[in-house]
């Protein structure tokens, strides 16, 4: 028991990726791309919130300088 550790934590399960120019290969490539694509800025709850009101500040932003740019010319 002197060589067992107690605060030792349990290793993740390793993912080997399939070798290069295999089928399971392009299929992997398939899966992660599209999950990427749907990961995209949309699953993440806290963001979501965050991407809206950095949206409507540049909208409003772009807006003010095309109306002080008519009215300054």
Known sequence: ??????????RKPQNHLPK?????????????????????GLMH????TLTWILGVLAVVFIAA???SFVFLT
């Not at 028991?1 to 349990?10: D, F, G, L």
């Not at 089928?23 to 398939?30: E, F, G, I, S």
């Open 1 to 10: 028991m002197a060589n067992h550790k107690k605060t030792q934590k349990p």
């Open 20 to 40: 290069v120019g295999t089928p399971a290969n392009d299929k992997y490539r398939l899966k992660r791309s599209r999950e990427d694509v749907l990961d995209f």
């Open 45 to 48: 709850p806290g963001r979501n």
């Open 65 to 67: 300088m095309l109306i």
